[in-house]
Nanobody
C-alpha cells in the first residue's frame, strides 16, 4: 500500500502565506514526478505545480512568482509554499505522486485526500 498524507491547509487573509506538505509512505521503489493540483467549487481539478525527481519544476501561469514547489527525496515529501495568496486561490489542494512500487512494475498515480485552503478576509 502507498499513502499520501497532506497537511498545512487552512484559512488565511489575502496577501498571506501558507505551506502545504505531502508525505508518501508505504512500499515505494521510486517516486518520479510529484505535484499539487486544486479544485475549486464548481470547477474542474487543475494543475498547480509539478516537480520531477531531478528538481525541474512546472507551474500554472496563475501561480507563477507566488508559489514555490520543492521536494525532499530522503523524506518522500513534497511541499508547496504559497505566498501573496488571493481569494481565487481558494480550493481543495491535492497532492499527486507517480510512484513505482517495484523495479519490474510501471508507475501509478497516487493522490492525497485533499486539504482545504481558504483565502478570505
Amino acid at each position: 500500500q502507498v499513502q499520501l498524507v497532506e497537511s498545512g491547509g487552512g484559512l488565511v487573509q489575502p496577501g498571506g502565506s501558507l505551506r502545504l506538505s505531502c508525505a508518501a509512505s508505504g512500499r515505494i521503489f521510486r517516486i518520479n514526478d510529484m505535484g499539487w493540483y486544486r479544485q475549486a467549487p464548481g470547477k474542474q481539478r487543475e494543475l498547480v505545480a509539478t516537480i520531477a525527481s531531478s528538481g525541474s519544476t512546472n507551474y500554472a501561469d496563475s501561480v507563477k512568482g507566488r508559489f514555490t514547489i520543492s521536494r525532499d527525496n530522503a523524506k518522500n515529501t513534497v511541499y508547496l509554499q504559497m505566498n501573496s495568496l488571493k481569494p481565487e486561490d481558494t480550493a481543495i489542494y491535492y497532492c499527486n505522486a507517480k510512484i513505482k512500487r517495484a523495479a519490474s512494475v510501471p508507475q501509478y498515480d497516487y493522490w492525497g485526500q485533499g486539504t482545504q485552503v481558504t483565502v478570505s478576509s
